[in-house]
């Protein structure tokens, strides 16, 4: 059994009119105690942290200059203050890091439940892998904002603090002292915005570098098979020097920029020195507070450069959200309707009535086809390639709706009743099975992960697979490469056969389901074959004789309509359309008679 983990504990707001931090208000406000401790946590540390250089003040006026003071009191409280900011640092950071973490996980859990929701309309339309590859940095770029911001935020507050001790030390001191800060702003502010477009770069052509490598790698087989390693390997290279060149242009802004951003506050000091000099000359002021002073004046230096890289990571942030909100806005247009009925114990009556549909906005497939498949009947649908044979399958789980007409499986609407019982019910097998890197036992129990290995065994043997698998190195447990490429494609099909066979539906469609068997071993396994659409209503879409002879009925599909139907025999002698679609897929039409008889 799969272990269970913990749904998001937050949703985004849906709201589509509200600003991107309104909706995305929620997540943080789900964690509001452990991030609110956090912030606190970093406030009286900082608050803490204020403290230190009034305290070194007194220490250097009151016990070193004057020694009025034993200066063992201020060693304590220096003891004392620096442990409650140990503690404090401590915990605003162990709360800020576990906070943004969780804030993570619930929009990856958001995002990736939204994106299996979503029905296969979205996926035709867009570029999946890319979507992907991108909503991993964009949920990065608004966890760093929603869990960093308020954090920032509080430094900024707390650096008040330290300029009213500023004040409170030397008025007109610290207002000179301060000149340089709006410089410290705008130059960090500068620097961050030359560095933004630049960061931005590097992740867009990382993310090309992982293309290239991602299709090299995928389709080693293609590669290889036309010799072309020395092209792809280009391709890598050039992918490669641009993002060298982007992280070297990143290289070259830092060390331009950093130390003008981190020298700067020394101007400050220099001030501070020429300045707070003068007054402690004039007596004015104590050394204590020149050196107070200045530490006041590092600890705002870090608010200042700050803001900057602030307003960065909020229009980044911002953009990010965008996108996410983009796939999360897309509603799913295949869901259950409210008055969705379970479909149980169904006997696989099923029927196209006048069916009309096709992709997209595009023109139609199928042109008002009707056709009905009694209960426990094989029927073989035949066509020429591009026919819309698969889409006639893939209507019947209700991949897609029909844009007229209707589908229906024991008299029910397949839209009026439940997703989940229309597939239960609905088995498909696709012509390029998609097995997972996981054990073979594993592949054919994924629409049954409870089943035992007596179940797997049988459906495995009636797929005809159970001899192959014993053939592997671990039998049943023997792991299959990335998408079952350890495989040969007969040996793939009949593992999803299997897996399908697992779930027993009473409607079984077999797209092409075996179509790269060897014509010797499907003969084998005819007899399982024939076990299998036993009892059940079964569709199979196949180009090969041998695979038709299974059906007790052949339909001719062209034209988006039913053109024939009969038995082999029937529309081999009558329809000159049929002979030729199966001339085209088989060695000679001669054969084909001898198949019929
Ligand atoms: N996801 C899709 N989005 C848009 N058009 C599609 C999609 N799938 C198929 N089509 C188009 O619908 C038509 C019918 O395709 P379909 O795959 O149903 O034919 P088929 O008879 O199964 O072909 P084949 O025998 O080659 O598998 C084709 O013109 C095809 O280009």
Known sequence: MSKTYPPPTAVIDPDPSRSWLRRAWPLVKAHRLMFGTALVSSAIGLLVAVQVPKLIQDALDNSIVTNRVPLSEYLWWLVGLTAVMLIAGFLARQLLFRTAYKIEYDLRNIMYEHLTGLSFPFYDRVQTGQLISRANSDIR?????????????????????????????????AIVAMLPMPLVFLTSRRMQRSMFPVSWLIQARLADVATVVDENVNGARVVKSFAAERRQLSLLQKAAIKVRWAYIKDADLRARWT???QNLPRVGMAIVLVFGGYLAIQGVLGVGAILAFNSY??????????????????QRASASAKRLYEVLDEKPEIVDAPSAVELTDARGDVEFRDVRFGYGDGPDVLNGLSLRLGSGETVALVGRTGSGKSTVARLLPRFYDVRAGSVTVDGHDVREVTLHSLRDTVGIVLDEPFLFSASVRDNIAYGRPD???????????????????MGLSEGYDTVIGERGYTLSGGQRQRL???????VNPPVLVLDDATSAIDVQVEQEIHAGLR????????????????????????????????????THAELLENTPLYAEVLAQANESVEELGGVAR
């Open 451 to 469: 089943a035992d290995i007596t179940d797997i065994e049988r459906v495995a043997r009636l797929a005809g697979a159970h001899e192959f698998i």
């Open 259 to 261: 130390p003008a951003v």
């Open 297 to 314: 004046l590092l600890m705002l230096q870090v608010p200042f450069q700050m803001l900057g890289m602030l307003i960065m990571m909020g």
């Open 531 to 566: 076990t299998l659409f036993a009892g059940r209503t079964t569709l199979i879409i196949a180009h090969r004789l041998s695979t038709i002879s299974l059906a007790d009925r052949v339909v001719l599909l062209d034209g988006g309509e039913i053109v024939a139907d009969g």
């Open 496 to 502: 999803a056969i299997a897996r399908t066979l697992l």
């Open 141 to 173: 770029s608004v966890q760093m904002y929603l869990a960093f911001a308020p954090f920032m935020l509080v430094q900024c507050a707390i650096s008040l603090v330290s300029f009213g001790y500023m004040l409170a030390i030397s008025v007109p001191l």
